[in-house]
């Protein structure tokens, strides 16, 4: 039989081969073998066809072994050693290594596909299937390695530094202990994972249910510890046991597409023995979960110390992205015997009797853990310490204050409690543009170019050349930046700015919570609102306001006369701008227009005075002086007091200020005696009495005229005595009269006790008994009169009314020459009532036009409307147009989804250059079943249409890969079945041979 096999070799190899090889197919065509129909054990390498010891089996090759069935191990050393597996190059090998499983493919020069069935990782993927039913992986290409579930394409021969990992290191760290003679880690040492695919050239595939499609990418995590049981006590073995566990997490579904990429997963990691006593905890120490659930797309792209990483573009780097989830999640299981505690196990957290129930789970683990979450997209971006936050352009920088303050990060201080006030992490940020800066920010927006953003928290800010800054004690919070700059102007801005708004290009803000809107627009002063191009506001709170009535700046404190903001200014020194269809005002301190003004002057009568002089007024009858002034306006008139007359300023009992009239007495007073009158005409002489008494008769005679002949004598004898009288009052003695203006004294001797008193037209006398009354008049005619004080029921003009108990009449008379009043209960005149018409109707004018242009902007800002979620854009930047009575405005508005269930949104609206900012803001937040929600596939059921392009795309990659693989399938079944063919013609020709050869 052997001889009848080695001939029928020669004779193949005699018509096979080229006449090169025909001169040595005699020694090498024993090395070609064809396994038996039914198993027979042989023994060799290969000689004689002893390498194909399985039914069916093939073995080509120097010391090829194939030795299961329907094994095929083609190739110098090919070893294909379990049911159905593939063996082809120099030193491939198909092997069950712990358990047993069939099939496997190991294609090139030292490609291996290893069976560990009973392997920790494996028992993740049996989906309820035999352990020992389960296929080998697919190693193609030279040194590639392959466990069960991986598929492995491209040549593995590089064994330098990639990523994170060195080959030249015992522990595979950059910087780690170098391997003795110059050594170099296997291939087979870091291709520990499982449900991973790498196509590409040397491209290091380390983590579990990964992939990598292109060249020279990684994915790295910790170097596996050994646990055979060689290592030494159960303890050892279980610690380094639970230290893989936890590596089995690092890397842990990513995917790389592109070249020259790395997600950097490989952290130190310290076994945790509480893991195995029934505490929910992770099985290590350290960043278990670096470079887990992470992606690129593109080139050159690097992922380090972070976890749920995205990066879509060329030289991007994202790096201490890490967040600690709150749950572990374990892959792995283990049972070991600890001194003191007994048997301890570490179990699976993870379900997997099946795919669906796997992936169900690995997504409930998602929605209800959070990692890192920092995407970008783009070139030239970078993410250093930062989490749920995406960057999108060239050349963009955000960065957390870990980075300044050089944090370590560990397993404790990654906790999503303990990462998101910002005290390490840059948090909640977008960044889209060009050369955007982020430092120690978060809840902010930033699009545009050269933008700086630092130390701040909740900013939106949009344009180029825009700083912003805060301290790390005092950050620069809640404002709204909107415009473009020439140049960066790190002044504009105020440090440590609060709620401001600045939208227009150039403008400027130096107070908090103040507002600059227009083309340099500049807001200096705190709660300063400046609207219009170059607007400048510049007056604070607490300045008074003019009052008309005292024409100065009123003292009231209340907040009608005196501001408690700043000022709201639309124009600047050189420059103002009316502000025009402006609305009625209702309130105390609303604006008044023109319009109310024009009513008010409307409303007031125009107050006249006249004056008379020297009018007269007789007991029954008055005469009308003539008129000094006629119908005068009070307002501005002026009186002098001359001829005797003054006038002066007192106050009264009530403290009020009265003018006082009376005649001047250093003008009116006594004259000098003047010249002495000429002598008058003598008289006639009158009567001459002569009175004699006779003392002894006691006879008076009296004679009159006695020396003429009318001589009269009357004699006159005493009486008879009468009673004695009452005693009289005390005698009359000589005493004088003066008076206040007194020329000549009047002089009443006792001899002659007599005095008249008469009056005149205005005062009379009545002389009764031993009463003298003096009184006046009731009507009295004066040229003048002075006094302090006059009391009366009424005063009368003519027939008419003018002051009484009631008040003052003027019987619609105008009163004229009014000066402006100054207190409260001051007169007001009608240029004072001007000044307020026009104040008023311009303020009910602009009121007017700020009512329609209010209006409009509500108009506008309801036109805001954002689009339906898409969790790849979720931030939104809307513009909406509104018109209402001739007015027209603008509204701009961001809407942002923290998530499909949770909306913020805000806008501003304006109208031109001269209206006020009206700005809204909302939150909307969805709610019911999420457990049902939670039931739907993550990935497309919050996303819109675009989401289906998106599928569209995945769909052609798969579609394309599918057919590269058909491909590749048809041509080895063409090959094989060539093959079949060739070997039936060469059967067939080599019975003819024999035949002839009478064999």
Known sequence: MKQKRALSVLVLAAISVSAGVVQGAETGAKFIGIGPTNPEVTTGSNIDGSGATGANALAIGVAAQAKAINGTAIGVNAQADTTNATAIGNGAKVNNEGGSAIGGIAIGTNAHSHNMSNGNHESIITFGRDRTALTGGIAIGQDTHARIGNVELGNRDYRGQIGDFDFSATDGKIGGTAIANSGKLKNSDVTTGVGST????????????SSINGSYNVISKA?????????GNQLTRGMNALHNAGAAIQGFGSSISGSLNSIEGNEPLNANISSLLGVASDPVNGLMYSGTASNIVGTANRISKSNGALIFGTGNEITNSYITPNSPIIMDSLST???????????????????????????????????????????????????????????NTLTGAGATNNVNLNSGNTKLANVIDGN????????????????????????????????????????NNQTLKGTEGSKAKGNIILGFRDKKDETALKNTLLNAVAIGNDSSIAGDNAIAIGYKASSGVENGVALGSQAVAGTGAGISGYDPVKNQASTETDKI????????????????RQITNLAAGMAPTDAVNVAQLQAVSGMIVKPTISILSKGRKSDTTYVGGSAVVTNHDV????????????????????GKDVILVGVDKNVIKPGVDGAPGTPGIPGKDGTVVEVSKNEETGETTITTNPDTAEKNSVVVKDGKNGKDGIDGKDGVFDFSIIADKTVTPITVAKDSPLVEVHGDSNIQTIANGNTLTVSLNKDITVNSVTTKTIQAESYKVGDATYINEQGLNANNKVIKNVAAGEDMTDAANVGQLRELNNTVSQSIHKLQKDSNRADAMGAALAALSPLQYDPLEPTQIMAGYGYYGGENAFALGLAHYKHESLLFRAGVAMNGGNSKLMANAGVTWKFGDSKKERALVEEYRQGPISSSYVLQDKLAILEAENIQIKAMHEKLVADYSQLEKDNAEMKAKIDVLMQRMGL
């Not at 301890?344 to 683990?365: C, F, G, H, M, Q």
Request: charged letters at 15%; glycine letters at 12%; a negative charge.
């Open 337 to 395: 015997n600890v001194p003191f505690l007994g048997t301890l196990s570490l179990k699976p957290t993870v379900a997997s009797n099946s795919i669906k129930e796997l992936a169900d789970t690995l997504r409930k683990y998602s929605q209800d853990n959070r990692m890192g979450s920092v995407g970008i997209m783009g070139g030239a971006n970078k993410a250093d310490y930062a989490l749920f936050s995406t960057i999108s352009g060239v050349g």
């Open 635 to 654: 307002n501005g008139m002026i009186f002098d007091f001359g001829d005797g007359l003054y006038a002066e300023k007192q106050k009264n009992t009530d």
């Open 424 to 463: 390490t992490f840059a948090t909640f940020n977008a960044i889209t543009g060009y050369e955007n800066t982020g430092k120690v920010v978060s809840h902010s927006y930033i699009n545009g170019s050269y933008n700086n953003l630092e130390n701040a928290t909740e900013n939106i800010v949009i344009g």
């Open 561 to 576: 006369w005196k501001s408690t903001l700043g000022a709201v200014s639309v124009g600047n020194d050189a420059n103002t």
């Open 198 to 209: 790498t196509v590409g050239d040397n491209s290091f595939n380390m983590g579990n249910f």
């Open 223 to 231: 170097y596996d510890k050994p646990t055979a049981s060689w290592v």
